[in-house]
């Protein structure tokens, strides 16, 4: 064949395909989410525990059955529901050619009820990291200001502060905690000086799943007029979270891990009583309560949501009041029992393999449905990826704090058999 016949059979056919493609339909939400022929309805729950199904519950979930999804407290898989609602808005929204922003107001309040706070302390953000930096930017902190973190944060809860250092000249200290959970409010208070300004915590802890005793650490920030910034991405979901009881200045989580909802997810909760005294980090449409470019006049809304300035994905937003429901219909006090009961089976289940060392609390004061283990002389980090390829067991390895552990995820989709393999493939590890 010549080089020209080459080039017109070459054309002929794109063209053809370009005919073809404009000419069969769109993909639509409801084909682009056919990887199951079909997914039963979730039913809501019982007032007796004991008969929830928890198979309905695993059947909303789209990823294969053999893949032992272990690792929701880094990524959280969204249930069929969820999916739905994001597509379905999207496709409604271009088709009015909107942006739909009206429509997360109800979002707001299904947000602010979960967490029983009011609609105007709920900001939706990004991921926990962008809530964590507007708290950040939004105290104006200065040189020699202290803030107070641990060296269990995850990179996205520390990196806001130690920018503030870099930038600013604030003094980042950081302080160790108490792996079994009981001496930690004691560590925090021997740690505060008169220049401490900010204590920044994990609610629960991304390295051993380890809680902290939030409420007391806040009633002692307040008592020392230091501001309180919990990171709550690892407990959003998880537990049931009162923040009018625990009361921070700020609570900063993601959407898309223990919550369930679309990835690119947060909320950021801030304290009705310290709005009047920080200002937005940024600026646009929505963050004024009035706005004059004549006189160059703008008032700020006394209101987290001046957060959420310019235009926002109203269909993923609306994907976290999907996934508020979603919790709401298993019940979150059933969500977090299920939890602790599978990780009381793991933990029975390796209590006589001296070679497993748990890092995690045992007390349900410290601790919750996320547990780190570590096999004694074994490089942890890389046992974890082989565990994920001949057993489908995903879970994260923990590098942070040079801990060389495996982090384990225990939530509702989760089943006592998943445990029972997980716990079979580490003395088989152990043995080899």
Not at 87 to 116: P, V, W, Y
Not at 248 to 277: M, Q, R
Not at 291 to 315: K, M, V
Not at 393 to 408: D, T
Request: charged content about 25%; aromatic content about 8%; overall charge positive.
């Amino acid at each position: 064949m010549s080089k020209s016949s080459r080039r017109s059979f070459i054309k002929k056919n794109i063209l053809s395909g370009l005919f073809l493609t404009s000419a069969a339909p769109l993909l639509s939400a409801e084909n682009a989410l056919k990887v199951k022929p079909r997914i039963p309805t979730l039913k809501p729950n019982a007032s007796d525990y004991n008969t929830i199904d928890w198979n309905n519950i695993r059947e909303q979930f789209l990823f294969a059955k053999d893949y032992h999804y272990l690792n929701t407290g880094s990524l959280g898989p969204s249930p069929k529901i969820v999916l739905d609602t994001v597509c379905n808005a999207m496709e409604k929204l271009e088709t009015s050619c909107s942006h739909g922003r009206h429509q997360i107001d109800e979002t707001h309040e299904k947000m602010a009820k979960f967490l029983n706070v009011t609609t105007d302390e709920i900001a939706f953000t990004r991921n926990a990291t962008e809530g964590l930096n507007i708290a950040a930017r939004s105290l104006r902190l200065k040189k020699g200001d202290e803030i107070i973190i641990s060296t269990h944060e995850h990179v996205g809860g520390a990196s806001p502060w130690m920018a503030l250092a870099k930038d600013f000249g604030a003094v980042v200290k950081l302080i160790d905690l108490d792996f079994n959970g009981e001496n930690n409010l004691q560590i925090i208070k021997d740690s505060i000086t008169l220049k401490t300004k900010v204590v920044a915590f994990s609610h629960i802890t991304c390295t051993t799943g380890m809680k902290l005793p939030a409420k007391d650490i806040v009633e002692f920030c307040r008592s020392k007029n230091i501001y309180s910034c919990i990171d709550g991405a690892q407990s959003l979901g998880m537990f049931p979270i009162d923040l009018r009881d625990i009361n921070p200045d700020f609570y900063a989580s993601s959407g898309h891990k223990w919550l369930f909802g679309p990835k690119g997810t947060g909320v950021l909760f801030i304290n009705k009583s310290i709005i009047s005294e920080i200002s937005p980090v940024f600026a646009g449409a929505y963050t004024d309560s009035k706005f004059d470019l004549n006189t160059l006049t703008i008032d700020y809304r006394h209101s987290a949501q001046r957060e959420e300035y310019g235009t926002r994905n109203t269909p993923i937003t609306l994907g976290i009041g999907s996934a508020i429901d979603f919790i709401n219909t298993i019940g979150i006090d059933n969500v977090a029992k299920r939890g602790r009961e599978l990780v009381t089976r793991f933990r029975k289940g390796v209590a006589n393999t001296p070679e497993i060392e748990i890092l995690t609390p045992e007390s349900d004061l410290y601790s919750a449905s996320m547990i780190t283990i570590r096999i004694k002389d074994k490089d942890n980090l890389k046992l974890n990826p082989v565990l994920n390829k001949e057993k489908k067991l995903r879970m994260r390895g923990i590098y942070e704090n040079n801990i060389n552990g495996i982090r384990i995820s225990f939530a509702i989709f989760n089943t006592f058999e998943e445990v029972d393999l997980l716990v079979n493939s580490l003395k088989k590890v152990i043995k080899a």
